[in-house]
């Protein structure tokens, strides 16, 4: 921030949180530029929404919320354009902001109407700093912090800088424009990381259905999803070149919550690429008789069976000694490699081409749900044992140079955010002068 002037003189504000301020400045209590606003009654006006990313916004509504919305509207607040409203749990957070249009809020909601002349914009940046946040915490009450409510009693004693009008509208409008530069630069980051992604998946891809000789001879697979491979390759279904196996129903009732017994893998365990031990239970050891064939070994692949895919991949996880031991709960599959490369088997239960044979076949309404019989009944594309080992090997290193291009992309963003943060809580707390 050494780029920008400071003001040319400065007061102690009196308060930790905002510290000094420019001299000429006004500090006071919230309730001296705000009333709490409580009407209702006004059920034509829209709905409006408090979200700690975005401020307030018009929610849109569908289905049996659309409908308890609309029962429940008499109860709702009003809201009108330029007050500040906020969320009394989600205060802390940053879940508040200035009203864009008329509406109505959860009666939960605290609004703020303006008595006096104020940009209720500059308010809103002020609210939503990390500072702010910090100090609303010492004005809630909860049992626990994470449970904490701002009320207006609270909310109304907290001090705050009161700078002239004008130069509210003039730090609102310097930061409306500098925000939104930084804002187009974190977008272009976020698409670059985005290109990157589509760009791994292609080659990784590539290189597993095609391998990495661009001038080798292809032949027709005889299966629409597997396509041309190259002529030397094998077409088999997946149960040939490995084992798989389907938990065992371990009784909930007998589950144990001694950490010196052994862990069972249960499907909220399974992520796309990791397995999680955050929502741990475990069989005891006094059980463990008649179960060893369901104790799982390093380099087993499991898959969740139960919604096999989310938006950020499919369930599948390769079993690492960290894991172990650990037993395999129903509803999870156990793929174990026989006649394939792990680091291959892997790279197939990825991939797009399975995720996109099953996609249209997947069974059950509200849980979609695939078999073991079916994922041993996938066809894949197989090669020679040493070319299996070498495409792999070429993924690694390519999926760690994307890796470290992501982090970089990463870092950048954070950067960043982080100077968008800085610049709007020097700017809304008189350390800049613009």
Not at 107 to 116: D, F, G, H, L, T
């Amino acid at each position: 921030m050494n780029a920008f002037p400071r003001y040319p003189k400065y007061k102690d504000s009196g308060v930790e949180w905002l510290g000094e301020v420019p001299a000429h400045w006004e500090v006071n209590r919230v309730f001296s530029i705000f009333n709490e606003r409580v009407e209702t009654g006004h059920r034509h006006l829209p709905i409006l929404n408090v979200t700690i990313s975005n401020g307030v916004q018009v929610e849109r509504l569908g289905g049996d919320r659309k409908k308890r919305l609309i029962e429940d509207r008499d109860a709702y607040k009003r809201a009108a354009a330029g007050d500040i409203a906020y969320n009394t749990m989600r205060m802390w957070q940053g879940a508040v902001g200035d009203v864009p249009v008329d509406g109505l809020v959860s009666p939960a909601y605290v609004v703020a109407r303006p008595i006096k002349d104020i940009n209720p914009r500059y308010y809103s940046l002020l609210f939503r700093g990390q500072s702010f946040q910090v100090e609303t915490n010492r004005h809630s009450y909860g049992i626990v912090s994470d449970r904490n409510r701002l009320y207006w009693l609270g909310f109304k004693n907290i001090v705050v800088p009161i700078p002239p009008r004008a130069e509210q509208d003039r730090i609102v409008a310097f930061l409306d424009e500098k925000t939104a530069e930084i804002d187009t630069l974190i977008a272009k980051k976020q698409r670059q990381i985005e290109l990157l992604e589509e760009q791994k998946a292609i080659l990784i891809n590539r290189a597993v259905t095609r391998g990495l000789d661009g001038k080798v001879k292809l032949r027709n697979s005889g299966v629409p999803w597997v396509g041309q491979i190259p002529k030397h390759w094998k077409v088999v279904k997946l149960k040939y070149v490995i084992s798989i196996q389907a938990g065992y129903a371990f009784a909930s009732g007998g589950y144990s919550l001694n950490a010196q017994d052994t862990r069972l893998l249960r499907g909220v365990n399974v992520n796309p690429g990791k397995i999680t031990w955050n929502d741990v239970v475990y069989w005891p050891e006094k059980k463990m008789r008649g179960v060893e064939d369901f104790a799982l070994a390093e380099d087993d692949m499991v898959m969740g069976m139960d919604r096999p895919w989310v938006s950020s991949g499919v369930r599948v996880a390769r079993i690492i000694k960290g894991d172990l031991p650990c037993l395999l709960l129903q509803r999870v599959a156990r793929i174990r490699a026989t006649n394939i490369e792990p680091d291959f088997l892997e790279r197939v239960l990825t991939g797009s081409g399975f995720k996109g044979y099953f996609d249209p076949i997947l069974t059950g309404v509200s849980v979609p749900h695939i078999s073991p019989d079916q994922i041993g009944g996938y066809t894949a594309a197989i090669p020679p044992a040493s070319e299996q080992k070498t495409i792999c090997a070429f993924i690694n290193q390519a999926d760690a140079l994307f890796t470290r291009v992501k982090a970089a992309k990463e870092s950048q963003i954070r950067t960043l955010q982080t100077l968008r943060s800085t610049l709007i809580a020097h700017a809304v707390t008189g350390k800049i002068k613009l």
